[in-house]
């Protein structure tokens, strides 16, 4: 603190980043902040917000991914876009090591060893990395005006491997052992329940509620958590009445492939094409209005999603660990927000260091140090509730992995931009 509020070169740059990481984390709260208000005056609820999160996994977020990558993507960026796979896969890799640790320390109850050990595995990716690439990457805090723009299409590149690694893998961890052994701790839409998860406030919402049990109420928090961020892979009789998915396509598309990442893959096939990307991309070119006007609906995305999380907080009350333990919670936390971003930042300065193909570009950098250190994304919650097991845990661990967020987000992002990403033009180094 001394050297922040210090009159040096070093201490007034230093203050300097701790202000910018500050804003930017502000930024997402006063988002959040905004779908909490609408929810304690009615204009949100549970249907409009399940109708506002399929509308941004349906629609919105495809746009947004599609034309940043796109617009970021080309032959050069390749090896970029193998670096953010590899990024991916890293994190899966060394969290599942984190994970399985926390489990052996802190002992959670049998039943939930193997989702409490996939937390930090799965899921790194949601809608904050994609509004801090934008926040943070501004001609005021020494970036190029474009880079916000590539920031956004590094998260979609970022996103391909991480929808395949979280629906492949994840789905496959959280399957439940058939010879019984780890029996789901707490289902949602069926099977048997332990001791539930509820919430610490008491429910406000009609006569019925006077007589609730704690698992309904746990219940509603999973329903209303599951809704966020997803595009789940849906069943069969919702996939026959798509009719842009072709029964013959059915069978050979995996189910864990959804929307957004499928807008991603077509943003990088376009713009590997020098002539489609000019004729998109490029101002004043024919179909730079439908560009443009893609551009324009996608931005809405993260925010939405991040203001039905808001809403959820007002609407369902503040869960309980009854069920989970104060140990494994803290466990979790740790593994996930503080253990699994030292670990990562500290190999990726290795391999820019040491390794003489790591990218050169910041921003790159930048955006894998980001993803490891922003809370999981709700899909966790969502798989959960298709494997039958640990839904309301789940749900629970992530609402206070958010709370906790908000102070190690904006610690990592100081840290980030003061002493890993600094390599960047216009920017005061301290001397």
Same mark, same amino acid.
């Given at each position: 603190?001394?050297?922040?509020?210090?009159? @040096?070169?070093?201490?007034?740059?230093?203050?300097g980043?701790?202000?910018?990481?500050?804003?930017?984390?502000?930024?997402?709260?006063?988002?959040?902040?905004?779908?909490?208000?609408?929810?304690?005056?009615?204009?949100?609820?549970?249907?409009?917000?399940?109708?506002?999160?399929v509308?941004?996994?349906?629609?919105?977020?495809? %746009?947004?991914?599609?034309?940043?990558?796109?617009? @970021?993507?080309?032959?050069?960026?390749?090896?970029?876009?193998?670096?953010?796979?590899?990024?991916?896969?890293?994190?899966?890799?060394l969290?599942?090591?984190?994970?399985?640790?926390?489990?052996?320390?802190?002992?959670?109850?049998?039943?939930?060893?193997?989702?409490?050990?996939?937390?930090?595995?799965?899921?790194?990716?949601?809608?904050?990395?994609?509004?801090?690439?934008?926040?943070?990457c501004?001609?005021?805090?020494?970036?190029?005006?474009?880079?916000?723009?590539?920031?956004?299409?590094?998260?979609?590149?970022?996103?391909?491997?991480?929808?395949?690694?979280?629906?492949?893998?994840?789905?496959?961890? &959280?399957?439940?052992?058939?010879?019984?052994?780890?029996?789901?701790?707490?289902?949602?839409?069926?099977?048997?329940?332990?001791?539930? &998860?509820?919430?610490? #406030? =008491?429910?406000?919402?009609?006569?019925q509620?006077?007589?609730?049990?704690?698992? =309904?109420?746990?219940?509603?928090?999973?329903?209303?958590?599951?809704?966020?961020?997803i595009?789940?892979?849906?069943? =069969?009789?919702r996939?026959?009445?798509?009719?842009?998915?072709?029964?013959?396509?059915?069978?050979?598309?995996?189910?864990?492939?959804?929307?957004?990442?499928?807008?991603a893959?077509?943003?990088?096939?376009?713009?590997?094409?020098?002539?489609?990307?000019?004729?998109?991309?490029?101002?004043?070119?024919?179909?730079?209005?439908?560009?443009?006007?893609?551009?324009?609906?996608?931005?809405?995305?993260?925010?939405?999603?991040?203001?039905?999380?808001?809403?959820?907080?007002?609407?369902?009350?503040?869960?309980?660990?009854?069920?989970?333990?104060?140990?494994?919670?803290?466990?979790?936390?740790?593994?996930?927000?503080?253990?699994?971003?030292?670990?990562?930042?500290?190999?990726?300065?290795? %391999?820019?260091?040491?390794?003489?193909?790591?990218?050169?570009?910041?921003?790159?950098?930048?955006?894998? %140090?980001?993803?490891?250190?922003?809370?999981?994304?709700?899909?966790?919650?969502?798989? %959960?509730? &298709?494997?039958?097991?640990?839904?309301? =845990?789940?749900?629970?661990?992530?609402?206070? #992995?958010?709370?906790?967020?908000?102070?190690?987000?904006?610690?990592?992002?100081?840290?980030?931009?003061?002493?890993?990403?600094?390599?960047?033009?216009?920017?005061d #180094?301290?001397?």
């Amino acid at each position: 603190l001394k050297f922040f509020l210090s009159g @040096t070169h070093g201490g007034r740059a230093m203050f300097g980043v701790f202000l910018i990481s500050c804003k930017a984390t502000a930024k997402i709260i006063l988002i959040i902040g905004a779908g909490a208000y609408l929810e304690w005056v009615g204009i949100f609820n549970t249907t409009t917000r399940k109708f506002v999160s399929v509308m941004a996994v349906k629609l919105l977020l495809p %746009c947004l991914l599609f034309t940043k990558v796109m617009y @970021t993507m080309s032959a050069d960026n390749l090896p970029i876009w193998l670096w953010l796979s590899a990024a991916n896969v890293t994190y899966v890799m060394l969290g599942f090591v984190v994970g399985s640790l926390g489990v052996l320390v802190t002992g959670p109850p049998r039943g939930m060893r193997k989702v409490f050990a996939a937390v930090p595995a799965v899921g790194h990716g949601n809608s904050i990395p994609l509004m801090l690439g934008a926040i943070i990457c501004t001609p005021e805090q020494g970036f190029l005006e474009t880079d916000a723009a590539k920031a956004e299409g590094y998260v979609g590149l970022y996103l391909v491997m991480h929808s395949i690694t979280m629906w492949g893998v994840g789905m496959s961890v &959280l399957k439940p052992d058939p010879t019984g052994d780890d029996d789901a701790g707490a289902v949602a839409g069926g099977g048997p329940a332990p001791a539930a &998860l509820g919430r610490a #406030q =008491e429910p406000q919402r009609g006569e019925q509620d006077d007589t609730i049990s704690e698992a =309904e109420r746990g219940d509603a928090w999973t329903a209303s958590v599951a809704t966020l961020e997803i595009d789940v892979p849906a069943p =069969e009789q919702r996939r026959a009445r798509l009719l842009c998915t072709p029964a013959a396509v059915r069978g050979v598309v995996p189910k864990w492939v959804n929307r957004p990442m499928v807008a991603a893959v077509l943003g990088m096939l376009c713009g590997l094409s020098p002539t489609i990307k000019g004729l998109m991309v490029t101002t004043n070119s024919p179909l730079n209005f439908l560009y443009s006007a893609m551009e324009s609906i996608g931005r809405a995305g993260p925010p939405l999603l991040l203001m039905g999380v808001g809403g959820i907080f007002v609407s369902e009350g503040k869960p309980t660990l009854a069920g989970i333990g104060a140990a494994p919670m803290a466990g979790l936390l740790v593994g996930r927000l503080v253990v699994l971003p030292t670990v990562a930042i500290g190999f990726w300065m290795f %391999c820019r260091e040491y390794l003489g193909f790591f990218p050169a570009d910041p921003i790159v950098l930048l955006i894998m %140090c980001i993803e490891s250190c922003t809370p999981s994304a709700y899909n966790l919650v969502t798989m %959960c509730v &298709l494997q039958g097991r640990g839904a309301r =845990e789940m749900s629970v661990v992530l609402f206070y #992995q958010n709370v906790v967020a908000v102070v190690t987000m904006t610690f990592w992002i100081t840290l980030i931009l003061g002493f890993v990403v600094t390599e960047r033009p216009g920017w005061d #180094q301290p001397q």
